[in-house]
């Protein structure tokens, strides 16, 4: 029992600190695949600023005509899709008003009609109503000689975040030479671009493990995706700010009209494929351990139960071998004691008779014995052995009380019979009921003790005949009565010698006579076993087969 | 080229006002600056117009097919540039500015690309 609960245990142990591994595996990988979504992200939202406007920057193009722009700016708009607008205005000379390059396929609702027509995917345009919008917000940034005028600002009813690059003609960033700068819609970038990036991080990263990403805003609804992180669910959240340009740069000195919303990065490996291989070999696991400790523990339950089994029938039988030896070695010593003495010739006529009669007492006692164990094996093997036919029970109580005549006698039994004289015959084999009767007396002889008293008595129960022989002796404790009746069963109290064999075969001999068997005992006070045989006239279904045969 | 020049022919820089306007009318004009020595007796950088190389294709092309064709390109670049001289000068970041709308497929390769890198 402790090797199954042992085993079960350590399938269990094995099972969860495998789960536990696969968890750990899966929530590192969640980890990473969240690290790694911050850093396209990061990447890419800062990507505009620091690629595009420092390259214009470095390459003069701020101080060129809008023109020249054209081209970065088209590139800028296919690989960073968060771009609405790029504007750029030059102070030398003082041109008419900034100029605003859009995107042909996206156009703001701002944009007139007429500037749609064209192929080119940058619209150059110019806004008076938005210059005037714009342009004073940049110059306080120009007039305190930042280097980038970043601020949100709502503009033809869209909220944008603008981020602008401001050139100087002179080192003391006293001159302003130039601005350029691009707009992003915040409205446009959440519907949209955490959405394509998600998509497009996934299908990069595709393959390597089943990861699910989520965007949460500031308020904690959800951008992209709708997973969570939970106690079962493995995985990792980090935050972003909601930038378009480096936060370095605005750290210092950050402008009153921008507002930086800290987003959350949510990455969970529900589907992850070690997970739910750990998961599967978890309830294999359990399932094969519960299984084998089921196995295990009826095999120990079974073998437990042979052992005790065998080691009790080896030691009824051992019991029984040393009580048939003193049994059977008994008589025949006392026999060669007797005719030893007799052989000396040292013995009268009258203590002759008495060791003769004394010698009778040991035969009949020998072939009682013998008797029993005969007609065990007999009774037992060829139970269809019996002849059955009307027996008067007086003949039978008669002929046992005379063979242990010179025991009753010698031992100075109380004898009381009482058999009504109307008895009517019952329906048995004689010899096996005559062997029934002597094993019952013998029993109550042998198991009397002090008080020798003896009665056999008889009536008629309907159609029955019950006979009864008790004792005042030794009696059965109660817990024993039941088993008495099986074979090499010796009670307890019992010391007196015996083969544990006679109250099996009467049992037998009661049961093959279609008859009941009741034994009533109080230890210290007798017994008395009471059997109940069919009378003659009225033989049951079992004698009639067996007459039959 | 080379064979008109000796015969006689020479090179005028083409810049200016006309040049500005007819970049605003079509922006996908662009100005090309003609590194030095690359025509015989040529020994000054002069500048010019040029247009840019485009692959076309239809609207209705299949995303993915654009899409692998277009990565196909760009794996074949370095290869390319030493067998076609004019490859030499393509500026990959300037790539997606097209000066037609990028197909949806190419579009994706560039995307994946600012991505990846």
Request: proline share 5%.
């Amino acid at each position: 029992m402790l090797s199954a609960a042992a085993l079960l245990w350590i399938g269990y142990r094995a099972v969860v600190e495998r789960e536990q591994a696969a968890t750990l595996v899966a929530t590192r990988r969640a980890g990473e695949g969240a690290a790694l979504l911050i850093a396209a992200l990061t990447r890419d939202m800062r990507g505009a600023q620091q690629m595009v406007l420092s390259s214009a920057d470095r390459d003069g193009l701020t101080a060129r005509p809008p023109v020249d722009l054209l081209h970065p700016i088209a590139s800028a708009f296919a690989r960073y899709p968060y771009l609405d607008a790029f504007f750029s205005w030059r102070d030398v000379p003082a041109e008419e008003s900034p100029v605003f390059y859009t995107r042909a396929e996206r156009a703001p609702v701002w944009l007139s009609a007429q500037d749609h027509q064209q192929l080119f995917p940058v619209i150059v345009s110019s806004n008076g109503t938005m210059a005037s919008r714009l342009l004073p917000r940049v110059q306080q940034d120009l007039a305190e000689g930042r280097r980038f005028s970043i601020f949100d600002m709502e503009l033809g009813g869209t909220r944008y975040q603008i981020v602008t690059l401001l050139s100087y003609a002179d080192t003391l960033r006293e001159r302003p030479s130039a601005i350029f700068g691009f707009m992003v819609s915040l409205q446009w970038a959440r519907e949209h671009y955490f959405k394509d990036l998600v998509a497009q991080a996934a299908r990069i990263e595709a393959g390597e493990s089943a990861i699910d990403f989520a965007i949460v805003d500031q308020a904690g609804q959800s951008v992209v995706g709708v997973t969570r992180v939970t106690a079962n669910v493995p995985g990792a959240e980090r935050r972003f700010p909601l930038v378009f340009f480096d936060p370095v740069t605005v750290a210092a000195d950050p402008p009153s009209d921008l507002s930086i919303a800290s987003w959350r990065a949510i990455a969970t490996a529900q589907h992850d494929p070690t997970l739910a291989a750990a998961d599967s070999g978890a309830r294999r696991t359990l399932a094969l351990a519960t299984v084998m400790t089921l196995v295990l523990t009826a095999g120990v339950w079974l073998s437990l139960q042979a052992a005790r089994t065998g080691a009790r029938l080896a030691d009824m039988r051992a019991d029984f071998i040393s009580a048939v030896t003193h049994e059977l070695k008994t008589p025949i010593s006392n026999m060669r004691a007797i005719h030893e003495t007799l052989a000396s010739g040292r013995t009268t006529l009258e203590t002759s008779r008495e060791y003769g009669a004394m010698g009778i007492r040991e035969a009949t006692r020998l072939s009682r014995l013998v008797d029993n164990l005969l007609a065990y094996a007999r009774i037992t093997d060829v139970a269809d052995a019996y002849s059955f036919e009307p027996v008067m029970l007086e003949t039978v109580v008669d002929r046992s009380l005379q063979e242990f005549e010179p025991h009753l006698t010698h031992e100075g039994f109380e004898l009381h019979v009482e058999l009504p004289e109307d008895l009517p015959p019952v329906k048995a084999d004689p010899t096996a009921l005559g062997l029934m009767l002597n094993n019952l007396v013998d029993n109550a002889i042998r198991y009397s003790r002090g008080t020798h008293w003896l009665q056999i008595a008889a009536h008629r129960e309907n159609a029955t005949v019950v006979l009864e022989v008790s004792d005042r002796g030794m009696g059965i404790p109660e817990g024993e009565i039941e088993r008495v009746t099986r074979k090499f069963f010796r009670g307890s109290l019992s010391n007196a010698g015996g083969s544990g064999l006679g109250l099996a075969i009467v049992d037998r001999i009661v049961a093959d006579h279609s008859g009941t068997l009741v034994i009533r005992s109080i230890v210290g006070q007798g017994t008395t076993v009471a059997v109940t045989l069919p009378v003659a006239a009225e033989t049951s279904g079992r004698a009639r087969r067996a007459s039959q045969t | 080229m080379t064979a008109v020049i000796r015969e006689g022919a020479y090179i005028i820089p083409i810049e200016g006002p006309p040049v500005e306007k007819l970049r605003r009318e079509n922006p996908f004009v662009r100005v090309v600056r003609v590194p030095r020595d690359i025509y015989a007796g040529q020994d000054r950088i002069f500048p010019t117009l040029g247009i840019d190389m485009v692959v076309v294709c239809r609207e209705d092309l299949d995303e993915s097919l654009v899409y692998a064709l277009t990565a196909q390109l760009f794996e074949a670049f370095p290869r390319l540039s030493g067998v076609e001289a004019n490859l030499r000068f393509l500026n990959l970041d300037e790539a997606p500015a097209t000066p037609i709308p990028l197909h949806a497929g190419a579009a994706r390769y560039f995307r994946e690309r600012e991505l990846s890198r």
